[in-house]
C-alpha cells in the first residue's frame, strides 16, 4: 500500500513591485524560508509561493513620470525581489506576478463567476479616496480630514462601481475565527479582527473607472473598468494553482501558513477569507501576522533616511548571521527594535563565541588526537546524559515549530551548544591523552562530539543553510542536510568513524572591537554609539597594606576565554582572547606549562582589567589574570556557578 505524500504550503505576502525591498520585506520571507526547509527536513513535499503585486496607481504614476510604459516598468522592478531572495538563500518553489496571464486569466473566471452568480453588483458610490493607498474612506474614518493610514490628503470621489457582497459573510466569518483558534494568530491579533466585525461589514468596491486608472485587469463583463488592486492580488494565493477545478486537487490547499505583516491582516482576514467563501474554497489554515521593525527606537521611514536595506546589512555581516538574528531576536508576533549593537553582539556572542568556537575547537583536537579522522568509539551505549539532553531538545524543537516560535527555538538549539561545550570540558580531553585508558575514553567522547555538532547543523539548517553546510563539509559528511533529515536524529550515531574531517576557516569570525566601532560610527546616531571605554589607569605599586581606596582603584572583572594558543618560542607563555561583556582583551599569561589551550576555552576567570598594556614577546596584553601559586602549579581562580563577563570582583 502506497502511503500517501505529505504536502504543506506556505505563502508571503505579494510585495508591491514599487517598493524598495527592505528589512520587513526580507523579515517575513526568511521566516516562510524556514518553516519550508524544516517541512522538507521532516519529509513533506512542500510548496512555497512569494512575489509581487504590480497593478494600481502608484505603478501606473511611476512609469508615467519615467516616461515608460507601465509594463516595461514593472518587469525591470520584480527583479530586485528575485535578487534579494536569491541573496538571502531563499528556496520558493514559485513566483508570481499580478501581471501573468496565468494570474490574469483566473481573475478574470472569478469575477465572472461571482458575477453570474449575482454576489457583484454596480452601484453609483461618493467617498474620500487616498491615492497612495488605493482605497476609500468614510467621513467618519477620517482623521483631521486626512487619510488614517497614511495620514496625506484625501480627494472626494463619486463615481459607477462595481461592488462585491462581502457584508453577507460577516456573520459566517465571526463564527469561523471564534470556532478556529489557530485562525489568525497571535492571539492580540485575532481579537482585532473580532472588534473590526463588531461594526457592520459593508460590501467591498472592487473596481477603478479605466479613464481615471487604465493599468489593472479589466473587468471580462465590463472592459470599462478594471480590478481593484487588492481584489487583484489577494487571488495570487490561488492562481499560482491554475484553473479554479484543479486547485482543491493539488493537496497544497487550504493554504497551511499566510505569513504577513501587521498593517495587512484585515485584508487578509475579511476581504480574502469572504472572496474564497464566495468562491467556494476554505479560507487558510492560519494567517499570521507578525509585528513591525522599528531602528533604535525610531520608526523605519524613508524620508527619515533610517530605513535598513536588507543587501547592505549582507554586505556587512553575511547572509546567515542576518537570517539568526531577524529570528532571534525579537519573539515572532511581536514588534522588534533593529540594532546595529544588538546584531554585533549577537553575531559575536552566540555565532562566534559558542557555535564557532564549538566547532574550531573540535576541528583542533580530532586533528590533533585522531590525526584529522572521526575516530571509532570505544561504545556507543555510555554518555546517556547527552544523548537524553539532545533527544529532549530535538522534541521541544519540533513541538516549538507548531508555534512558530522561532527565537524559542534558536534558544532551545543553542542550550545543545552549552551542552556540547560543557561535554567537552567536564571530559577534558586534553587530560584523558595522558593516559592510555583515557585514550580509549578520548576516541568515545571526540566521537560524540562530532555527532552532537552533526546534530546541531542539521537543526540550524533552516535558519542558516549555508553555514549548517559548511559545518558538514568540516564533518567529512557528503550526504546533504535534506538527504539526512531529521529522521537521521532519531538515532545516535549517525556519523559514521573512519571519515576524515575537513577543517576549513572560522565559521562565524569575531567582529573586533575597532570594527564595531567603524560600522557603528558610520551608521547609529551619536546617542546610539558605544561609549568609549574608559582610559587604563597605571598603578605603579603596591605596599604591604594598603587602604580599601587605593584598591578600590583596581578593576577586577569576570571574564570568559574564547580563544587560546600557544606562543611560539615560548615554553611559558599563551596568547588569550577574553570577553569582558563590552569588550574582548587580548591577555598573555604565563601559564602553559600547567593549562592546555584546549582546556581554557569557555572557562571563566577573573582580570585585572585597568593595568597599562605592556608587550610580552612582542605582543600586547591588556590585562592580567588572577591565579594561585600551589607548589608550583599555576591555578586559576575561577567561579562555581558561573557569572556572567563583564562584572567587577570587589
Not at 466585525?197 to 468596491?205: A, R, T, V, Y
Not at 615554553?571 to 582583551?585: C, Y
Request: hydrophobic content about 35%; glycine content about 6%.
Amino acid at each position: 500500500m502506497k502511503i500517501p505524500e505529505k504536502k504543506f504550503s506556505i505563502t508571503t505576502p505579494i510585495y508591491y513591485v514599487n517598493d524598495v525591498p527592505h528589512i520587513g520585506h526580507a523579515y517575513t520571507t526568511i521566516a516562510a524560508d524556514v518553516i519550508a526547509r524544516y517541512k522538507r527536513l521532516s519529509g513533506y513535499k512542500v510548496f512555497f509561493l512569494t512575489g509581487t503585486d504590480e497593478h494600481g496607481q502608484k505603478v501606473l504614476q511611476a512609469a508615467r513620470d519615467l516616461g515608460i510604459e507601465p509594463q516595461e516598468h514593472v518587469d525591470q522592478l520584480h527583479n530586485r525581489f528575485k535578487e534579494l531572495w536569491t541573496r538571502l538563500n531563499i528556496s520558493n518553489d514559485d513566483f508570481i506576478r499580478t501581471t501573468e496571464k496565468r494570474h490574469q486569466t483566473l481573475v478574470s473566471d472569478i469575477l465572472q463567476q461571482l458575477y453570474d452568480r449575482k454576489e457583484i453588483y454596480k452601484d453609483s458610490y461618493e467617498g474620500w479616496y487616498c491615492t497612495p493607498d488605493e482605497r476609500f474612506w468614510t467621513e467618519k474614518d477620517l482623521v483631521n480630514g486626512n487619510c488614517p493610514e497614511c495620514k496625506r490628503k484625501v480627494e472626494k470621489i463619486q463615481e459607477h462601481n462595481y461592488f462585491f457582497k462581502m457584508g453577507q459573510y460577516q456573520d459566517w466569518l465571526k463564527k469561523h475565527i471564534k470556532s478556529n483558534d489557530k485562525f489568525i494568530q497571535p492571539t492580540s491579533r485575532r481579537n482585532e479582527v473580532l472588534g473590526f466585525l463588531e461594526k457592520p461589514l459593508g460590501d467591498l468596491c472592487i473596481s477603478r473607472p479605466k479613464e481615471r486608472l487604465p493599468w489593472g485587469i479589466p473587468l471580462p463583463f465590463d472592459e470599462g473598468y478594471v480590478t481593484y488592486v487588492w481584489f487583484d492580488a489577494l487571488i495570487n494565493y490561488i492562481s499560482a494553482h491554475g484553473p479554479l477545478e484543479k486547485i482543491g486537487s493539488t493537496g497544497f490547499w487550504p493554504v497551511n501558513h499566510h505569513l504577513l505583516g501587521k498593517d495587512i491582516l484585515t485584508t487578509h482576514a475579511v476581504y480574502w477569507s469572504t472572496m474564497l467563501k464566495a468562491i467556494g474554497f476554505d479560507p487558510a489554515l492560519n494567517l499570521f501576522a507578525h509585528g513591525w521593525w522599528t531602528i533604535n527606537g525610531h520608526k523605519m521611514s524613508k524620508s527619515v533616511g533610517n530605513t535598513v536595506e536588507p543587501n547592505l546589512l549582507v554586505d556587512q555581516f553575511g547572509v546567515d548571521a542576518i537570517r539568526y538574528f531577524l529570528l532571534r531576536e525579537v519573539p515572532f508576533g511581536l514588534d522588534g527594535d533593529f540594532s546595529h549593537k544588538a546584531l554585533i553582539g549577537r553575531i559575536n556572542s552566540d555565532l562566534a563565541n559558542n557555535l564557532g568556537n564549538l566547532l574550531n575547537r573540535t576541528m583542533s583536537m580530532i586533528k590533533r588526537y585522531h590525526d584529522q579522522m572521526i575516530p571509532e568509539p570505544k561504545s556507543l551505549d555510555e554518555d546517556t546524559d547527552l544523548k537524553n539532553e539532545f533527544q529532549m531538545g530535538i522534541e521541544a524543537v519540533e513541538k516549538l515549530y507548531d508555534e512558530l516560535a522561532y527565537s524559542k527555538i534558536l534558544e532551545r538549539i543553542w542550550l545543545l551548544v552549552d551542552a556540547t561545550n560543557k561535554y567537552i570540558d567536564t571530559n577534558s580531553p586534553w587530560n584523558l591523552m595522558k593516559s592510555e585508558s583515557g585514550k580509549q575514553r578520548l576516541a568515545t567522547v571526540m566521537y560524540n562530539t562530532a555527532e552532537c555538532i552533526r546534530s546541531i547543523s542539521i537543526l540550524i539548517y533552516p535558519f542558516m543553510p549555508k553555514s549548517a553546510e559548511t559545518i558538514m563539509e568540516q564533518l567529512g559528511i557528503e550526504n546533504s542536510i535534506e538527504e539526512q533529515g531529521l529522521e537521521s536524529l532519531k538515532t545516535w550515531g549517525g556519523i559514521k568513524s573512519g571519515g576524515e574531517i575537513q577543517p576549513g576557516l572560522q565559521l562565524f569570525p569575531r567582529i573586533a572591537d575597532e570594527d564595531a566601532e567603524k560600522i557603528l560610527n558610520s551608521i547609529e546616531s551619536p546617542n546610539d554609539k558605544d561609549q568609549k571605554p574608559s582610559s587604563h589607569t597605571e598603578i605603579e605599586g603596591i605596599c604591604d597594606q594598603v587602604l580599601i581606596d587605593d584598591f578600590m582603584k583596581i578593576d577586577l572583572r569576570t571574564g570568559k576565554i574564547i580563544e587560546a594558543e600557544k606562543i611560539k618560542k615560548s615554553k611559558k607563555l599563551l596568547k588569550l582572547k577574553v570577553d569582558i561583556g563590552a569588550e574582548v582583551r587580548q591577555v598573555v599569561a604565563g601559564i602553559a606549562e600547567c593549562y592546555e589551550p584546549d582546556q581554557l576555552i569557555n572557562r571563566t576567570i577573573i582580570l585585572v582589567s585597568n593595568l597599562k598594556p605592556v608587550k610580552l614577546m612582542g605582543i600586547e596584553s591588556q590585562g592580567m589574570l588572577l591565579a594561585a601559586n600551589n607548589n608550583g602549579q599555576v591555578v586559576l581562580a575561577g567561579f562555581d556557578p558561573k557569572p556572567s563577563q563583564g562584572i567587577r570582583v570587589r
